[in-house]
């Protein structure tokens, strides 16, 4: 069996990362052969919740109010670190199972970038940076009403730190067209 590739969709929460990697498991057999296995940080985060409950939510991520004009900030704890650092090894033993891998994600900052490259080193590995209209994105959480108010916000700001060779905008796109336009993506970056 030869290596499977590794996808992230990288953005801030309500930027349409869950939507967009259902959309993709259902028309990634067209694309390429197998399935598309999903990872990320609901199912990570799901996971460390149902053993840790909220008592040590801090440890794992928060969002750190706005301070002197600067919008607030998003930031894992060492406990996400952690998870996260195991998410990204995770998904690395499957794409060398042979299983492409999906990776719902949200990258902070450059040494969270490098760590995932780390341990994707060796395999297809295509980063795509999603984003949104502000005014988009904050009427999107409110809709949703499952995400701290500011969280999208503040993790819009984090991640715009982390520069994307690719990015794809979906303030205005139909889930059909993100997925049109990662899989051109996904195609190209293949080919070299």
């Not at 409950?53 to 706005?66: N, Y």
């Not at 299983?99 to 490098?114: I, Q, T």
């Amino acid at each position: 069996m030869s290596v499977g590739m590794v996808l992230v969709l990288d953005g801030p929460s309500s930027v349409g990362r869950s939507t967009t990697l259902a959309a993709l498991q259902r028309r990634w057999p067209a694309e390429r052969s197998g399935p598309l296995l999903v990872a990320g940080l609901e199912v990570t985060r799901r996971q460390a919740d149902a053993t840790t409950g909220t008592r040590w939510a801090d440890l794992f991520d928060r969002v750190e109010p706005s301070v002197a004009g600067r919008p607030p900030r998003f930031r894992y704890g060492p406990l996400g670190r952690t998870l996260i650092a195991g998410m990204h090894r995770s998904a690395a033993a499957w794409a060398h199972a042979g299983f492409d891998v999906g990776l719902d994600h949200c990258l902070v900052d450059r040494a969270m970038l490098a760590d995932l490259e780390r341990a994707c080193a060796g395999l297809p590995l295509v980063v795509v940076g999603m984003t949104c209209d502000p005014v988009v994105l904050d009427a999107r959480e409110a809709e949703r009403g499952d995400v701290t108010a500011g969280r999208s916000a503040a993790e819009r700001a984090s991640v715009l730190e982390v520069a994307h060779r690719d990015v794809v905008d979906t303030t205005a796109a139909t889930t059909d067209e993100v997925v049109d336009e990662l899989l051109g993506l996904v195609r190209m970056r293949l080919r070299g």
